[in-house]
């Protein structure tokens, strides 16, 4: 069947305007699932210095497969979402082990690995491997909410399955991988969420919001419902020039990261109190508080977080258990200079620099 005509409108001026990104100039399949692992709810520019660091560290999946999780993590520190780390790690093993070390090249396959999703999968089976499967994302549904002009919500699955089998109709044969990042490319340099640079854009003339002058009308996305507000405490003891921290357990949120102990309390009285008797409880420790706190708040995907880290000094001479070393191996005393060795969720880490600071 005859594609429209501007299907290679589009690939050609992909060849014309497409950026220059590090997995994109040396496009090893290892490198495009790293790529696509890290693009996932995240810019292309925040992407690229981590991609980079990430590859120096872990050159090839053997590697990866090879190396500790604490490591992979550290790598991926600050980058959120860490289940994304998790999963591809444990990929890397399977493919690997499993494998004989050779990346799956079809979408069903690449679809059963621990966090290949359908967006990756495809992503990774078009990019990588040059199968003719559409990619469906943000920028993507946006742009054909656009040009076919969809009236309805661009997050449900119906709309999503309708522009996936549309697209699946109109791949380019020859350029498949070409065609799904163009379509990317176009998303975010000119189909862009506020002001669309149509004049500039391959697909203008079939376009229906262009034609019917409603491009600030699509695509139609619902309002998410707010995000809640929960409150932390954390203590920070310390004893002389090391303080502790703790990991979280794997099967958590932000799980095998480092943290100063503490967790969510109950409601917003006696904050101090509340804190101390959690992180003693946790701990084990006798300690007692001091006057400074430190105060951060951050955002994650679904709820905010407000959490108060209260200066505390431990009471060497009423260490209950012996050793004050966790015999699980889940606690550590370090030393400023020794945070750079584990790696901490956004929270903590804001906490630190507000230490370092002051
Ligand atoms: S013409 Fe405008 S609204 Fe239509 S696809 Fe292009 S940039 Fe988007």
Same mark, same amino acid.
């Given at each position: 069947?005859?594609?429209?005509?501007?299907?290679?409108?589009?690939?050609?001026?992909?060849?014309?305007?497409?950026?220059?990104?590090?997995?994109?100039?040396?496009?090893?399949?290892?490198?495009?699932?790293?790529?696509?692992?890290?693009?996932?709810?995240?810019?292309?520019?925040?992407?690229?210095?981590?991609?980079?660091?990430?590859?120096?560290?872990?050159?090839?999946?053997?590697?990866?497969?090879?190396?500790?999780?604490?490591?992979?993590?550290?790598?991926?520190?600050?980058?959120?979402?860490?289940?994304?780390?998790?999963?591809?790690?444990?990929?890397?093993?399977? @493919? *690997?082990?499993? %494998? /004989?070390?050779?990346?799956?090249?079809?979408?069903?396959?690449?679809?059963? +690995?621990? $966090? #290949?999703?359908?967006?990756?999968?495809?992503?990774?089976?078009?990019?990588?491997?040059?199968?003719?499967?559409?990619?469906?994302?943000?920028?993507?549904?946006?742009?054909?909410?656009?040009?076919?002009?969809?009236?309805?919500?661009?997050?449900?699955?119906?709309?999503?399955?309708?522009?996936?089998?549309?697209?699946?109709?109109?791949?380019?044969?020859?350029?498949?991988?070409?065609?799904?990042?163009?379509?990317?490319?176009?998303?975010?340099?000119?189909?862009?969420?506020?002001?669309?640079?149509?004049?500039?854009?391959?697909?203008?003339?079939?376009?229906?919001?262009?034609?019917?002058?409603?491009?600030?009308?699509?695509?139609?996305?619902?309002?998410?419902?707010?995000?809640?507000?929960?409150?932390?405490?954390?203590? @920070? *003891?310390?004893? %002389? /020039?090391?303080?502790?921290?703790?990991?979280?357990?794997?099967?958590?949120? +932000?799980? $095998? #990261?480092?943290?100063?102990?503490?967790?969510?309390?109950?409601?917003?009285?006696?904050?101090?109190?509340?804190?101390?008797?959690?992180?003693?409880?946790?701990?084990?420790?006798?300690?007692?508080?001091?006057?400074?706190?430190?105060?951060?708040?951050?955002?994650?995907?679904?709820?905010?977080?407000?959490?108060?880290?209260?200066?505390?000094?431990?009471?060497?001479?009423?260490?209950?258990?012996?050793?004050?070393?966790?015999?699980?191996?889940?606690?550590?005393?370090?030393?400023?200079?020794?945070?750079?060795?584990?790696?901490?969720?956004?929270?903590?880490?804001?906490?630190?620099?507000?230490?370092?600071?002051?």
């Amino acid at each position: 069947m005859a594609k429209p005509d501007w299907v290679k409108e589009l690939t050609q001026w992909y060849s014309q305007n497409k950026r220059s990104m590090p997995w994109r100039d040396n496009p090893l399949p290892y490198y495009i699932w790293v790529s696509e692992v890290m693009l996932q709810q995240t810019q292309v520019e925040t992407v690229i210095p981590y991609f980079k660091r990430f590859i120096t560290r872990f050159p090839d999946l053997n590697t990866l497969a090879n190396s500790d999780f604490q490591d992979v993590l550290k790598m991926w520190e600050g980058l959120g979402y860490y289940a994304r780390a998790r999963n591809f790690h444990k990929a890397a093993s399977l @493919v *690997i082990q499993e %494998g /004989n070390g050779v990346i799956p090249d079809n979408f069903e396959d690449l679809r059963k +690995l621990p $966090g #290949l999703g359908d967006y990756t999968a495809a992503a990774v089976a078009s990019i990588a491997f040059g199968q003719k499967i559409p990619v469906v994302d943000g920028n993507v549904l946006r742009v054909f909410a656009r040009f076919w002009g969809i009236k309805e919500d661009i997050k449900t699955n119906s709309v999503k399955r309708h522009i996936f089998d549309r697209l699946k109709n109109v791949i380019s044969t020859s350029r498949p991988s070409d065609f799904n990042q163009a379509i990317m490319e176009l998303g975010a340099l000119v189909c862009r969420p506020k002001n669309p640079l149509c004049p500039q854009c391959p697909l203008q003339k079939q376009c229906v919001a262009f034609k019917k002058n409603i491009t600030d009308e699509l695509p139609i996305i619902k309002k998410k419902a707010k995000i809640p507000t929960y409150i932390y405490g954390a203590c @920070v *003891i310390w004893r %002389g /020039n090391r303080f502790l921290i703790s990991r979280r357990d794997n099967d958590q949120m +932000l799980g $095998g #990261l480092w943290e100063f102990p503490g967790g969510r309390l109950e409601g917003n009285l006696n904050l101090k109190k509340q804190s101390f008797e959690l992180v003693e409880k946790i701990t084990n420790l006798e300690f007692k508080m001091l006057k400074d706190f430190y105060k951060i708040r951050h955002t994650y995907s679904h709820f905010k977080k407000e959490l108060t880290a209260y200066k505390c000094q431990l009471l060497e001479q009423k260490v209950i258990a012996g050793d004050v070393v966790d015999p699980e191996d889940n606690f550590r005393w370090i030393t400023l200079s020794e945070v750079t060795n584990f790696p901490f969720d956004k929270a903590t880490l804001k906490v630190i620099d507000k230490i370092v600071k002051r």
